[in-house]
């Protein structure tokens, strides 16, 4: 139940294409969905982050889709660019304990010009 | 966005050394800090959570006397791997949260290879 479960693996994408990467997850204690980017060898990086109150948060590029009664959420990445191939993390955390993010498998995202 | 900053970026020690991995939150004061495990091409790791001025928290499967975790200040959390061997190889990341707002911040992480 405390698991996030995020698909795909991978995704190639051409360059000025949407990148949709999906997370679902089953405990309905979660409410604080962040999206993380990863370069490698490089820590993840807070992208965006919605709580269940909204269906919806843009900023930029980059917008969250949140489906309460369905238990998923998803990221896309507009006019997708070569700077962004990266992996992506979606987590999950409760209000009982905000801190303790537990994370998707991860999405390696390759752009192409 | 918050600074969290992790030294050293990588560290290459022989079978049996203690490497120590020190976290900083730059700009603000973490009473909580988490440390992170990472394999290649696979997802973060819950190790342990950091409370500064009392012990550590350790996930299940995670061996405290291994992996050695100091919360001494409200802005340094260290996470030391006693007598390392290959398997302890790994990419460890830390982080911390602003207080009173939740995002977590992630530093850069430590590449540890044990020769």
């Known amino acids: 139940q405390q698991q996030v479960k995020q698909s795909p693996q991978s995704l190639i994408v051409q360059k000025g294409g949407i990148s949709i990467i999906n997370c679902a997850y089953e405990?309905?204690?979660?409410?604080?969905f962040p999206w993380y980017q990863q370069f490698p060898g490089k820590g993840p990086a807070l992208l965006i982050a919605?709580?269940?109150?909204?269906s919806e948060k843009k900023e930029g590029r980059f917008t969250i889709s949140f489906n309460k009664s369905a238990k998923q959420f998803s990221l896309h990445i507009m006019d997708s660019q070569p700077g962004d191939s990266a992996t992506y993390f979606c987590?999950?955390?409760?209000?009982?304990?905000?801190?303790?993010?537990?994370f998707g498998t991860g999405t390696r995202l390759q752009v192409f010009p | 966005g918050a600074v969290v900053s992790q030294h050293p970026s990588w560290v290459i020690c022989k079978s049996g050394t203690s490497v120590k991995i020190e976290c900083r939150s730059l700009?603000?004061?973490?009473?909580?800090m988490f440390w992170y495990r990472q394999f290649p091409k696979q997802s973060l790791m819950l190790m342990a959570t950091?409370?500064?001025?009392?012990?550590?928290?350790?996930e299940q499967g995670v061996e405290k006397d291994k992996f050695l975790i100091n919360h001494a200040s409200l802005t340094l959390s260290t996470l030391t791997v006693t007598s390392a061997h290959p398997e302890d190889s790994s990419f460890y990341i830390c982080?911390?949260?602003?207080?009173?707002?939740?995002?977590?911040?992630f530093g850069s992480g430590t590449q540890l290879s044990v020769l």
């Open positions: 405990n309905t204690a979660f409410d604080y």
């Open positions: 982080s911390a949260s602003l207080p009173g707002d939740g995002k977590l911040f």
């Open positions: 987590a999950a955390s409760g209000s009982y304990n905000t801190d303790k993010l537990i």
């Open positions: 919605i709580r269940p109150d909204v």
């Open positions: 950091s409370n500064e001025g009392s012990k550590a928290t350790y």
């Open positions: 700009d603000f004061q973490a009473t909580t």
